[in-house]
């Protein structure tokens, strides 16, 4: 067989992976371990498109590569499958969402397997198994029985927090736990019932049920989380989402907020993704001060960056929903107030941080006292202060803040000037660094940084405040009223939840008889028939979100069947974790910022080796579409091609890409497309129809999806998967362009016919390379090995073909070059590698083949720069590969110009040679 036959070459090589568990990894070998791992897809109905194995193909060269280097490579692939489209489509067909994953999930493996890609299926795992979701109910249940410790920096059983509360009370105690936590005596813990105290443990564990506002989407009947929601409405649909006040299980994961921020310090992503994760904890250093309120033994805290401003503080401003605004208001501003809170409370808070033109607020008739100078200031509400962000109230100082100053404005406040630099509020921030500080009894002629220390000591001399850190990130809501998703491990005595026994896991889904919420608006488990606890109390209704099951996958791959632990210990110590982590950058601050949450806790209990899971992330980019146009006549069934197109008036309409090729439009199949084109005329440059171009989002209705099936049919999985990094850097946004495919198709070929003689026989010879053949395969070596080290893997595709041309010309069919040529080629083109490596004569997979090194002496520049002298004179310089032919030499140098000017005319009597010398030329 002489024909580089793809289909059946490949197909046969997928069938010899499996069979012989090619790719299979074992924990402790002798070998240095590598984790390489791919963000694992929900398996969507759709099926994959040629975007989405991009950073699949790119993780397999770098698995591929890293075996033939001597490494134990893990990598695994996996489902996230438990999910909304699957349970929308249960909805609407009543079929049980376990049969439609199942399905998409089949489909999903021919794909992927149809790509050569060298996963250990083996270790396949998927989120909605009961013998995988009974993990993810297990790490919740030691999330329940924990607190967090910030003496020691470290989750702890919460049965030590209890020991402390019967001793000492919670006085001592440095815990994360909820801002409204009261301080009791170890007397008054002792005497509280069991109901009690199992409340004001809710109030530490890490996760724990609680009166929360959330992004209700009525639409899709559950509650969403915050990175779920973009600009007001869910991601997935696109429909309204409301705040609202419900009974929620929360993730404590504010307690890790300063661990989850300096983590960052140390792991290898890119720096947006660090970025965005910086600013979703969004670390605040400052002060917390309370402010005595007049005529009431109430208090106002609030909480600032700018203590140093509180001389210029006229005013106090309290979100609308704060909990004091009810009580400080007077009678007289009753209305006003209440009319205000209700408008309020229907605007996003989106919307009440990045609107500044609409200033509104009202006055509550209540006035707080200045604790530094006592001087009485008004206390009004206003919504550009957020309820959830610090204490929901802020001292305002309109010299020193845009929002206060606009407000001042508006409602006729008095502005004091604090700094003497200061001129107006555009000075502030410099104002900060060179001022002195003016009307101010405490820090009068002080600067910045000597006014802080001063401000801080009188806050705490005084009981009326101290330093203090705050995050913008907060508690994660852990509740979705859906049935697609995991049990929450937990049923209810007396309204208090208690976890099931360990030994009951994994509580699986119950079966209901239709998808939806109970006519008395409960979760679709309220459907289930006798569905309680040892038959008596009420379990938890809401699932698990989605991001349950992904925040500790990467483990169970590791150590996938195992009924005893999520993990085995040694197992666990050796794999560790993630040395790469490839996927999209919309998981920066949800799933990425979820895992790391949850892997330092797992940290903390000792049940994994190390703090951070991904020790480098890649972003891949988007592959985007390359959507194509026709052009309609108006008011009719005729198309003008698109260089004519604006003779007329015409209307542009998506054109299937499949039925384009180098955008001239196949009309047959155009016609054949739908019904209503049947008849359709056409006005044709040079007699063919050429589409209009346009780059988008690949999607359905556009006609841009491009299918891998079929690609891989007509060209082949080889030829997608080098095409695919061909096109680009893999980080970057590119599009798609089906045409370039055929030039890898015949790089391929070359590579092929290297290894045949023209009657289509193996020939391949054992002689000894040429320098130049030595050269061409070491440059290529090195440049591959660089590229993968490095993650660029569009370069070395054209290494490949440069070097594959090169020995082309030279006719190289050595052994010594084409087969070290295989092994670093088999990265990128597996199949077409394994099936020359077999013809030269090998019985192992090339997968085992060490990769070869390249050397240095083989790179030297082997050309040598000739003085020419005629008749002993120096005339002219010319360079030559120092194994040049003595012909070609002497050819040259008489067709060189500087020589043929010297000659004059003349034939000369002799060309004397000096290997790597000099040329004499006499005359
Ligand atoms: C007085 C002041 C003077 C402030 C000044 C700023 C400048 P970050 O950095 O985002 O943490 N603030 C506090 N709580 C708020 C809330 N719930 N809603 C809206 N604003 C709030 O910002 C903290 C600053 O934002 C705080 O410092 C407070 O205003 C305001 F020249 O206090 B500042």
Redo the contacts with the bound molecule.
Sequence with gaps: MSEYNFNQIEKKWQRYWEENQTFRAEAGSEKPKYYSLDMFPYPSGAGLHVGHPLGYIASDIVSRYKRSKGFNVLHPMGFDAFGLPAEQYAIQTGQHPAITTEQNITRYLEQLKNLGFSFDWEREVRTSDPGYYKWTQWIFMQLFQSYYNYSAEAAEPIDQLVRVFEQTGNQTVNAACDEDTPAFTSDEWNAMTEQQKAEMLLKYRLTYVAEAVVNWCPALGTVLANDEVKDGVSERGGYPVERKRMRQWMMRITAYAERLLQGLDTIDWPEPVKEMQRNWI?K?I?AEMEFALENSDQKIK?????VD?IY??TFLVL?PEHELVEQITTTEHAFEVETYVAVAKNRSERERMTDVKTISGAFTGAYAINPFNGEKIPVYIAD??????????????P???Q??WNFATHFNLPIIQILDAQQDIAH?ADATKEGRYVNSALINGLTYQEALPVLIKFLEDNGVGKAKI?Y?MRDAVFSRQRYWGEPVPVYFKDGIPHLIQESELPLELPKIDAYLPTETGEPPLGRAVDWKYHNEHPYELSTMPGWAGSSWYWYRYMDPKNDQAFVDHDVVNYWRSVDLYIGGSEHATGHLLYSRFWNKFLFDMALVPEDEPFKKLINQGMIQGRSNFVYRLKDSNTFVSFGLKDQYETTALHVDVNIVEHDLLDLKAFKNWRAEYADAEFILEDGKYICGVEIEKMSKSKYNVVNPDDLVERLGADTLRMYEMFLGPLEQFKPWNTNGMDGVNKFLRKFWKLFFDKDGQLAVSDDAPSPAELKSLHKTIRKVEEDIERFAFNTSVSTFMICVNELGQLKCNKRAILEPLTIILAPYAPHIAEELWEKLGHTESVSFASFPAWNPDYLVENTFEYPVSINGKMRAKISFATDAPREDMEKAVLADEQVLKFLEGKAPKKIIIVQNKIINVVV
């Design positions: 969004g605040s400052g609030v909480f600032t960056t700018r401003t210029g503080a979100a550009y202060v957020l309820a959830g962000y610090g204490t929901g109230a802020v001292m305002a100082v010299s020193g803040d929002r206060d502030q705050n913008r």
